[in-house]
Structure formats: structure tokens, C-alpha cells
């Protein structure tokens, strides 16, 4: 049974920092990209960074130089280090394990940036 844990999330004020967690357990993570999506109210999820199976990331626009994803293959966890968070950062962050036959998706965590 494949499953991904997401942890980390919380209440930080503006101008704070977080780390979350995806720990993956059922699958060889190491064969899968890792990636963070967000959904914030009324607005549809959209992807946050994406990590390769070789360690080649992507970010989107909205978080360049503040976020950095990266990935612990030995643990089978991918992470997201989040600085100098806004409160348009407030959202519901999702982790994915892609692959080209499969997507695994963990339940969200809450991440709330209070100005």
C-alpha cells in the first residue's frame, strides 16, 4: 500500500520560514520525481516545485529564491524548505511522487502566513 505523509505545515508570521515533509512509504521513492502543489480557497492547485529523480529541481515564478525543494532518498522523503513566506503563501500544500505510469498524492497540509 503506497502512502505519503505530509508534516510541517503551521501558523508563521510574514517574513517567516518552514520546512515540510513528505515521507513516502510502499514505493522506491528514489524512481519517482518528488513535486509540491498548493491549493488556496477558490483557486485551483498549482505547482509549487518539482524535484527529478536526479536531483534537477524547477520552481514556479511566485516562489524563486525563497523556497527549495529537495530530497532524501535513503528516507524516502522529499522536503520544502519555505523563507520568507507571504501570506499569499497561505494554502493547502500537497506532495506528489510522478512518474510516468503513476501519481501518488499525499493528504494536504495546512501552511497559514499571518501579515
Known amino acids: 500500500q503506497v502512502q505519503l505523509v505530509g508534516s510541517g505545515g503551521g501558523t508563521v508570521q510574514a517574513g517567516g520560514s518552514l520546512r515540510l515533509s513528505c515521507a513516502a512509504s510502499?514505493?522506491?521513492?528514489?524512481?519517482?520525481?518528488g513535486a509540491w502543489y498548493r491549493q488556496a480557497p477558490g483557486k485551483q492547485r498549482e505547482l509549487v516545485a518539482r524535484?527529478?529523480?536526479?536531483?534537477?529541481?524547477n520552481y514556479a515564478e511566485f516562489v524563486k529564491g525563497r523556497f527549495t525543494i529537495s530530497r532524501d532518498n535513503a528516507k524516502n522523503t522529499v522536503y520544502l524548505q519555505m523563507n520568507s513566506l507571504k501570506p499569499e503563501d497561505t494554502a493547502v500544500y500537497y506532495c506528489?511522487?510522478?512518474?510516468?505510469?503513476?501519481?501518488?498524492w499525499s493528504q494536504g497540509t495546512q501552511v497559514t502566513v499571518s501579515s
Open positions: 510502499g514505493i522506491m521513492f528514489s524512481i519517482y520525481a
Open positions: 506528489a511522487a510522478q512518474s510516468i505510469r503513476f501519481d501518488y
Open positions: 524535484i527529478t529523480t536526479d536531483g534537477g529541481t
